[in-house]
T-cell receptor, first 118, second 108 residues
Framework: DAMVIQNPRYQVTQFGKPVTLSCSQT?????MYWYQQKSSQAPKLLFH???????NEADTPDNFQSRRPNTSFCFLDIRSPGLGDAAMYLC?????????????????FGPGTRLTVL | AQRVTQPEKLLSVFKGAPVELKCNYS??????LFWYVQYSRQRLQLLLR??SRESIKGFTADLNKGETSFHLKKPFAQEEDSAMYYC??????????FGGGTRLMVKP
């Protein structure tokens, strides 16, 4: 089944210790997104890639970085996790992005990685 | 800036009762609205989009530009409809702004 995979499903890290979350997709979509979802809140977009073109949301903290080495993989790096970064992190993909044509495309979500910061 | 509001965090109904999950938005342009659903222990997934004007699992949603609303409705709720529902707005850049979500509980 074509899908969006996130590893690990649960990640525990220590305050200030860098952590990397990974996402892979078999859908061959050119857009990949990272969302942060805190308890009882809406998913909040952190950044997205349109192919290799990285787009950061204006209010995403500098502590959050991302890498996309190829179409299939995308990583979320948190350089110095704080207690406030504990959340569910969702990866999503979409078949089109900012370029022309219909941009109203479905986003396909992974199961998420729940990050705990001790 | 766009904003999506779901005023009810929790909606509880009995099986067979009608259900309406409210969604209001603010956006200066012409938005595309979606409803996403997350069933227990499953990933977030698309339920329906306004541009398709379709009924999915008995749910419909009509975009009312005058009231800036996109309420989700179903005439007869089923227990399997119990889930978290998110209204989302796409501002034509394929970027979604989500509402805070409504948890629907359908009691037997």
């Amino acid at each position: 089944d074509a899908m969006v995979i996130q590893n690990p499903r649960y990640q525990v890290t220590q305050f200030g210790k860098p952590v990397t979350l990974s996402c892979s997709q078999t859908l061959n979509h050119n857009v990949m997104y990272w969302y942060q979802q805190k308890s009882s809140q809406a998913p909040k977009l952190l950044f997205h890639y349109y192919d290799k073109d990285f787009n950061n949301e204006a209010d995403t903290p500098d502590n959050f970085q991302s890498r996309r080495p190829n179409t299939s993989f995308c990583f979320l790096d948190i350089r110095s996790p704080g207690l406030g970064d504990a959340a569910m992190y969702l990866c999503a993909t979409s078949p089109t992005g900012l370029a022309g044509g219909s941009s109203y495309n479905e986003q396909f979500f992974g199961p998420g990685t729940r990050l705990t910061v001790l | 800036a766009q904003r999506v509001t779901q005023p009810e965090k929790l909606l509880s109904v009995f099986k067979g009762a009608p259900v309406e999950l409210k969604c209001n938005y603010s956006y200066s342009g012409s938005p595309e609205l979606f409803w996403y659903v997350q069933y227990s222990r499953q990933r977030l997934q698309l339920l329906l989009r306004h541009i398709s004007r379709e009924s999915i699992k008995g749910f419909t949603a009509d975009l009312n530009k005058g009231e800036t609303s996109f309420h989700l409705k179903k005439p007869f709720a089923q227990e399997e409809d119990s889930a978290m529902y998110y209204c989302a707005l796409d501002n034509a850049g394929n970027m979604l702004t989500f509402g805070g979500g409504t948890r629907l509980m359908v009691k037997p």
